[in-house]
Protein backbone atom coordinates (compact mmCIF):
# COMPACT_ATOMS: atom_id res chain seq x y z
CA UNK A 1 0.00 0.00 0.00
CA UNK A 2 1.22 3.35 -1.14
CA UNK A 3 1.52 5.42 1.99
CA UNK A 4 2.13 9.32 2.80
CA UNK A 5 2.36 11.08 6.21
CA UNK A 6 3.12 14.80 7.35
CA UNK A 7 5.69 14.99 9.56
CA UNK A 8 6.58 18.74 10.34
CA UNK A 9 6.37 22.26 8.39
CA UNK A 10 7.69 25.51 9.08
CA UNK A 11 5.87 28.91 8.57
CA UNK A 12 2.66 29.96 7.33
CA UNK A 13 0.96 31.84 4.62
CA UNK A 14 2.20 35.08 7.00
CA UNK A 15 5.92 33.80 6.19
CA UNK A 16 4.87 34.37 2.30
CA UNK A 17 3.56 37.93 2.86
CA UNK A 18 6.53 39.23 5.30
CA UNK A 19 9.52 37.45 3.56
CA UNK A 20 7.66 39.82 0.64
CA UNK A 21 6.93 42.70 2.91
CA UNK A 22 10.75 42.85 4.06
CA UNK A 23 11.67 44.80 1.04
CA UNK A 24 9.96 47.51 2.50
CA UNK A 25 10.97 47.09 5.99
CA UNK A 26 7.56 45.93 7.51
CA UNK A 27 6.57 42.89 9.26
CA UNK A 28 2.53 41.62 9.71
CA UNK A 29 1.46 39.89 12.77
CA UNK A 30 -1.72 38.48 11.40
CA UNK A 31 -3.10 38.32 7.47
CA UNK A 32 -5.40 40.74 6.13
CA UNK A 33 -7.20 40.70 2.94
CA UNK A 34 -4.12 43.32 1.76
CA UNK A 35 -2.22 39.93 2.33
CA UNK A 36 -4.05 37.35 0.54
CA UNK A 37 -4.19 39.51 -2.69
CA UNK A 38 -0.14 39.83 -2.60
CA UNK A 39 -0.03 36.29 -1.88
CA UNK A 40 -2.08 36.14 -5.49
CA UNK A 41 -0.22 38.72 -7.11
CA UNK A 42 3.28 37.04 -6.11
CA UNK A 43 1.67 33.79 -8.02
CA UNK A 44 0.26 35.45 -10.88
CA UNK A 45 3.31 37.16 -11.92
CA UNK A 46 6.14 34.47 -11.00
CA UNK A 47 7.46 36.11 -8.04
CA UNK A 48 8.13 32.72 -6.33
CA UNK A 49 10.96 33.85 -3.75
CA UNK A 50 8.85 34.48 -1.12
CA UNK A 51 7.07 31.24 -0.93
CA UNK A 52 10.36 30.02 -0.74
CA UNK A 53 10.52 30.95 3.10
CA UNK A 54 7.83 28.30 4.40
CA UNK A 55 8.55 24.52 4.68
CA UNK A 56 7.04 20.99 4.94
CA UNK A 57 8.45 17.72 5.21
CA UNK A 58 6.82 13.84 4.81
CA UNK A 59 7.66 10.18 5.00
CA UNK A 60 5.72 8.24 1.77
CA UNK A 61 6.23 4.42 1.49
CA UNK A 62 5.73 3.72 -2.55
CA UNK A 63 6.87 1.04 -4.94
CA UNK A 64 10.35 1.80 -6.72
CA UNK A 65 8.91 2.75 -9.89
CA UNK A 66 7.27 5.78 -8.63
CA UNK A 67 9.75 6.88 -6.31
CA UNK A 68 12.00 7.00 -9.49
CA UNK A 69 9.46 9.42 -11.21
CA UNK A 70 9.18 11.67 -8.00
CA UNK A 71 12.93 12.16 -7.04
CA UNK A 72 13.20 13.99 -10.60
CA UNK A 73 11.45 16.56 -9.38
CA UNK A 74 14.31 19.65 -8.48
CA UNK A 75 14.85 21.67 -4.89
CA UNK A 76 13.21 18.86 -3.00
CA UNK A 77 15.52 17.03 -0.72
CA UNK A 78 15.40 13.50 -0.02
CA UNK A 79 16.57 11.14 1.86
CA UNK A 80 15.60 7.06 1.22
CA UNK A 81 15.95 3.73 2.77
CA UNK A 82 19.19 1.44 1.07
CA UNK A 83 19.02 -2.00 0.80
CA UNK A 84 22.39 -1.88 1.12
CA UNK A 85 22.03 -1.69 4.80
CA UNK A 86 18.74 -2.92 5.15
CA UNK A 87 18.19 -7.32 4.50
CA UNK A 88 15.13 -7.43 6.18
CA UNK A 89 11.47 -9.03 3.93
CA UNK A 90 11.09 -6.35 1.55
CA UNK A 91 7.50 -5.68 0.69
CA UNK A 92 5.90 -5.08 -2.23
CA UNK A 93 3.06 -3.46 -4.22
CA UNK A 94 0.66 -5.18 -6.30
CA UNK A 95 -2.02 -3.04 -7.62
CA UNK A 96 -6.14 -3.14 -7.62
CA UNK A 97 -6.33 -3.33 -11.27
CA UNK A 98 -4.14 -3.46 -14.42
CA UNK A 99 -4.29 -0.84 -16.49
CA UNK A 100 -4.50 -1.06 -20.22
CA UNK A 101 -2.14 0.70 -22.65
CA UNK A 102 -2.85 3.85 -24.24
CA UNK A 103 -3.56 4.05 -27.51
CA UNK A 104 -3.36 7.85 -28.25
CA UNK A 105 -0.16 8.57 -26.32
CA UNK A 106 3.26 7.32 -25.77
CA UNK A 107 2.90 6.90 -22.35
CA UNK A 108 0.11 6.64 -19.73
CA UNK A 109 -2.79 3.73 -19.53
CA UNK A 110 -6.67 3.67 -20.70
CA UNK A 111 -9.46 3.16 -18.48
CA UNK A 112 -9.45 -0.80 -19.81
CA UNK A 113 -8.82 -3.23 -17.35
CA UNK A 114 -6.19 -5.74 -18.88
CA UNK A 115 -6.77 -9.16 -17.14
CA UNK A 116 -4.86 -12.02 -19.48
CA UNK A 117 -1.22 -12.39 -20.88
CA UNK A 118 -1.11 -13.29 -24.37
CA UNK A 119 -0.68 -17.07 -23.62
CA UNK A 120 -4.30 -17.12 -21.97
CA UNK A 121 -2.42 -16.21 -18.22
CA UNK A 122 -4.30 -14.44 -15.34
CA UNK A 123 -1.97 -11.33 -15.01
CA UNK A 124 -2.32 -11.64 -11.47
CA UNK A 125 -1.07 -14.85 -11.14
CA UNK A 126 1.69 -14.30 -13.01
CA UNK A 127 2.80 -11.45 -11.05
CA UNK A 128 2.48 -13.04 -7.77
CA UNK A 129 4.51 -15.93 -9.18
CA UNK A 130 7.33 -13.62 -9.94
CA UNK A 131 6.88 -11.64 -6.95
CA UNK A 132 7.42 -14.73 -4.89
CA UNK A 133 10.10 -16.20 -6.98
CA UNK A 134 12.12 -12.82 -6.85
CA UNK A 135 12.06 -12.68 -3.10
CA UNK A 136 13.18 -16.33 -2.37
CA UNK A 137 15.96 -16.16 -4.95
CA UNK A 138 16.78 -12.91 -2.70
CA UNK A 139 16.33 -14.61 0.54
CA UNK A 140 18.83 -17.25 -0.44
CA UNK A 141 21.40 -14.97 -1.88
CA UNK A 142 21.07 -13.35 1.38
CA UNK A 143 21.15 -16.87 3.55
CA UNK A 144 24.38 -17.57 0.97
CA UNK A 145 26.12 -14.59 2.11
CA UNK A 146 25.73 -12.18 -0.45
CA UNK A 147 26.55 -8.66 -0.13
CA UNK A 148 23.14 -7.31 0.50
CA UNK A 149 24.25 -4.45 -1.97
CA UNK A 150 24.56 -7.04 -4.69
CA UNK A 151 21.66 -9.30 -3.71
CA UNK A 152 19.06 -6.36 -3.97
CA UNK A 153 19.64 -6.01 -7.87
CA UNK A 154 17.11 -9.03 -8.88
CA UNK A 155 14.35 -7.38 -6.50
CA UNK A 156 11.56 -6.23 -9.80
CA UNK A 157 10.31 -2.66 -9.28
CA UNK A 158 7.70 -3.05 -7.28
CA UNK A 159 9.49 -3.57 -3.99
CA UNK A 160 8.69 -0.97 -1.65
CA UNK A 161 10.88 1.77 -0.63
CA UNK A 162 10.29 4.99 1.70
CA UNK A 163 12.56 8.34 1.86
CA UNK A 164 11.75 11.64 3.61
CA UNK A 165 10.58 13.99 1.41
CA UNK A 166 11.13 17.95 2.35
CA UNK A 167 11.27 21.57 1.02
CA UNK A 168 9.98 24.51 0.81
CA UNK A 169 6.04 25.55 -0.31
CA UNK A 170 6.90 26.32 -4.19
CA UNK A 171 8.62 23.61 -4.43
CA UNK A 172 6.80 21.16 -3.47
CA UNK A 173 3.91 22.75 -5.22
CA UNK A 174 5.95 22.99 -8.52
CA UNK A 175 5.76 19.37 -8.13
CA UNK A 176 1.71 18.98 -7.22
CA UNK A 177 1.00 21.22 -10.35
CA UNK A 178 2.65 18.47 -12.36
CA UNK A 179 1.37 15.06 -10.67
CA UNK A 180 -1.56 15.58 -9.59
CA UNK A 181 -3.47 16.32 -13.06
CA UNK A 182 -5.93 13.40 -14.20
CA UNK A 183 -3.30 12.27 -17.61
CA UNK A 184 -0.48 11.47 -14.34
CA UNK A 185 0.16 8.26 -13.62
CA UNK A 186 -2.09 6.80 -10.95
CA UNK A 187 0.46 5.20 -8.47
CA UNK A 188 2.37 9.03 -8.43
CA UNK A 189 -0.70 11.04 -8.38
CA UNK A 190 -1.91 8.86 -4.75
CA UNK A 191 1.56 10.37 -3.54
CA UNK A 192 0.86 14.00 -5.09
CA UNK A 193 -2.62 14.41 -4.30
CA UNK A 194 -1.97 13.56 -0.59
CA UNK A 195 1.12 15.74 -0.05
CA UNK A 196 -1.15 19.05 -1.75
CA UNK A 197 -4.24 17.70 0.72
CA UNK A 198 -1.73 18.77 3.54
CA UNK A 199 -0.24 21.81 2.02
CA UNK A 200 -3.59 23.44 1.46
CA UNK A 201 -4.10 22.54 5.18
CA UNK A 202 -0.75 24.55 6.27
CA UNK A 203 -0.58 27.38 3.73
CA UNK A 204 -4.27 27.56 2.72
CA UNK A 205 -4.19 31.22 0.79
CA UNK A 206 -0.61 30.33 -0.98
CA UNK A 207 -1.55 26.81 -2.25
CA UNK A 208 -4.90 28.15 -3.63
CA UNK A 209 -2.88 30.86 -5.83
CA UNK A 210 -0.07 28.89 -6.65
CA UNK A 211 -2.84 26.18 -8.26
CA UNK A 212 -4.53 28.72 -10.38
Known sequence: MI???????????LSVVNAARVSFGKTHKAMTEGDT??????????????????????????????????????????????RRYV??????????????????????????????MENGQVISSVAISHKRSSLKLYQNMIHAGICPEQARMILPQNTMTEWYWSGSL???????????????QYETRLVADYIRSEMIKLFPVSVEALVK
Open 3 to 13: EVTYIDHMGSD
Open 37 to 82: KLINYLAKHKHMSPFGHAFASFHVKAPIFVARQLVKHKFLRWNEIS
Open 87 to 116: DDTPEFYEPDAWRGRSDDKKQGSSDTEAMF
Open 170 to 184: DAFMDMCNLRCKPDT
